[in-house]
């Protein structure tokens, strides 16, 4: 059943790139016979999915450059419940005190936005086409190479409620990307769009992990998708056995406080002695469990043209990190979220990877 519904999505994901991406040039062959392959598809498509709500929407959704769309009912997450209490009791959170707060928000998205019928989970793919030059160049996370996707996501969301007011029914909503007490993964999984990995990161068959994650929360009853139920992690344990700070305590549970995501972005003091030969290059952010997980093996690189970065970032070499000016740390992340951890902060990240040179 969920496997129907998620070739569903694919299905129109493909659908929506043959008319809307001009860009063939940079679409494999192989790419561009599946596209072929989705457009003769299409009439079915259209009988099959004519005139649901939930259809429009994630078309839409499609439309906008969203990867993936699923759509799950408003309800109480009763199962994250237990490990939620469990990882604030543990102060895994750190520093992020926002974690603890609004418990009952986290789990009921009613209590978020009243009324709330449905949650509309969508997912946009980061992966760069080009990756930073230079093996002994500090690196930042990959979702941070282009314009931060708080803004990215959030206006497309925008551009989703709007459509929905306009072609559907009126409707009350609010926006969301890692923004608010929102459990997105949980709600993810909800709308069949993947599973829950080892690394804590939802993954989704086709996809991977390299993506971000935003919700639109409305008061209006939509047709559901059924939750992901499986898992494939199976034996595996890559992301464990590579994360060099051993964030990952056991399998699905981070302990923020070692993450180098978290050391080098959230932490509001220096980053601990113990943790600085550990931080592998990475001055925002650290991509190392996902890089090394069999299914980001084939992954895509986006479309999004918002992700794509300054072309000076990515052939910055370890002097010119180290020698960066504030103006120029403007001017290549102008739009960045590596401007939400700041100047100072990066600077000082870079001095933990060379303080023993
Ligand atoms: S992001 Fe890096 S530090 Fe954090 S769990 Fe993954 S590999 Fe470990
Ligand atoms: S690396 Fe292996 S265990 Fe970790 S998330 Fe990927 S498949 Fe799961």
């Known amino acids: 059943m969920k496997r129907r519904v998620f070739h569903k999505n694919r299905d129109v994901r493909f659908k929506v790139e043959v008319f809307t991406n001009s860009k063939m040039k940079n679409v494999s062959v192989q790419n561009r016979i599946n596209r072929i392959r989705y457009f003769l598809y299409l009439p079915y498509l259209c009988v099959m999915h004519n005139g649901s709500k939930s259809t429009l929407i994630k078309t839409k959704a499609l439309e906008l450059g969203f990867s993936l769309c699923g759509i799950a009912p408003v309800r109480k997450l009763k199962a994250e419940e237990k490990a939620l209490k469990a990882y604030l009791a543990n102060c ?19 209590l978020l936005v009243p009324g709330a019928k449905s949650m509309v989970l969508v997912l946009l793919n980061y992966f760069p086409r080009n990756l930073q030059q230079g093996s002994n160049a500090p690196k930042i996370a990959k979702y941070a ?14 551009a ?62 939509l047709e559901y998708d059924e939750p992901y139920y499986d898992e494939h992690c199976g034996s595996c344990n890559q992301c464990l056995n590579a994360c060099p700070t051993h964030a990952l305590v056991e399998p699905y549970v981070l302990d923020a406080r ?57 052939q910055l070499y370890r002097e010119a990190w180290m020698n960066l000016s504030k103006n120029a740390f403007n001017e290549l992340f102008r739009k960045s979220a590596l401007k939400r951890a700041g100047y100072q902060k990066i600077m000082q990240n870079i001095s933990y990877l060379y303080e023993k040179c």
């Not at 707060?101 to 009921?108: M, P, T, V």
């Open 92 to 110: 895994y959170h750190g520093e992020m005190k926002y974690m603890a707060n609004h418990f009952d928000k986290r789990l009921d998205p009613s």
């Open 258 to 314: 070692k993450c180098i995501s978290y050391l080098t972005i959230e932490l509001k003091a220096e980053i601990p002695e113990t943790f600085r030969p550990m931080l592998s290059q990475r001055i925002f952010g650290c991509d190392i469990c996902q890089d090394v997980c069999p299914w980001n093996r084939k992954v895509h690189p986006t479309s999004e043209p918002a992700f794509s970065p300054h072309p000076e970032m990515l």
């Open 160 to 221: 989703l409620l709007r459509f929905i007011n306009e072609h559907i029914a009126p409707a009350n909503g609010r926006v969301f990307t890692d923004s608010a007490p929102v459990l997105e993964r949980a709600w993810a999984v909800q709308a069949g769009l993947g599973w829950i990995g080892k690394n804590g990161l939802l993954i989704n068959r086709q996809m991977g992990s390299f993506f971000l994650i935003g919700e639109l929360i409305i008061d209006l009853e």
């Open 145 to 158: 190479y282009g314009t931060d996707y708080h803004y990215v996501i959030k206006d497309k969301l925008k």
